[in-house]
């Protein structure tokens, strides 16, 4: 049974950060690619950013310069540090792992960027 535990989530301030993790369960981890998405309400799931099997990192443009997305594939885990973050960054983030047709997701885990 494959799992996607993502945590991390959290209430915090305009500015702050938080870091996001994922650990996965049930898959042979390394040649998936990892990527984290978020879906706001009433908008539609968007891709934040991804991580290839190779390291190749790709980016929404909304976040570039803020967030960093990297894996450690000796604990099956991806990660998502969020800075500077913006109240429009709220939103339920969701992790996913992708290899050819086959496609997993976490169940998300809810960030606030509120005062």
């Known amino acids: 049974q494959v799992q996607l535990v993502a945590s991390g989530g959290g209430l915090v301030q305009p500015g702050g950060s938080l870091r996001l993790s994922c650990p996965a369960s049930?898959?042979?981890?390394?040649?998936?690619?990892m990527g984290w998405f978020r879906q706001a309400p009433g908008k539609q799931r968007e891709l934040v950013a991804v991580?290839?099997?190779?390291?190749?990192?790709n980016y929404a443009d909304s976040v570039k310069g803020r967030f960093t997305i990297s894996r450690d594939n000796a604990k099956n885990t991806v990660y998502l540090q969020m800075n500077r973050l913006k109240p429009e960054d709220t939103a339920v983030y969701y992790c996913?792992?992708?290899?050819?047709?086959?496609?997993?997701w976490g169940q998300g885990t809810q960030v606030t960027v509120s005062s």
């Open positions: 996913s792992a992708r290899l050819g047709s086959q496609d997993y």
């Open positions: 049930g898959i042979i981890f390394r040649p998936y690619a």
């Open positions: 991580i290839s099997s190779y390291g190749t990192l």
